[in-house]
């Protein structure tokens, strides 16, 4: 029975944070696609220029989101190192959905706003799959000798 309510215990920590991590993930992508179109198509810049500048907006953003209302619980190693180590992750990030906007762009020569919103969105889901893991492993670090446990939204 034990080994019931741990496994029970890790899948609810484990939706619990995927569910906060979601939520400060979908306002992110709020900030980042809004603004991407914005400076794609109402200020007519550049698709990269266009990603690049909202992307370290809400990249701000889910920084802040993460550190303090995600993982919160989590080992601080230090905010500026946290900070730096989130960003050059989030430039990882930002690089996969630039070379998903870049291939669309300018190999397939789609530069219509259909083609360049479903390039963000794949990029943008490849990307966040990526600093899901990263963030859990290198960023937010699990506490010393503590093993997930499922604790209620405060």
Known sequence: MQLLT?????????????????TIGALAFVIDYGGSNLL????DLGPLVSKAIPTIIAATFAYLGNRFWTWRDRQQSGL?????????LNGVGLLISMLVIGF????LGLEDILSYNIALIIGTGLGTLFRF????KWVFLEPDNAEPEYTEAR
Do not use: C, M, P
């Open 133 to 136: 893991w990263s963030y859990k």
């Open 40 to 43: 794609r198509f109402g200020l």
């Open 6 to 22: 741990r496994v029970y215990q890790r899948i609810a920590a484990l939706v619990h944070e995927l569910a906060k991590f979601g």
């Open 104 to 107: 669309v762009t300018y190999t």
């Open 80 to 88: 500026a190192r946290e900070y730096v180590l989130f960003f050059a």
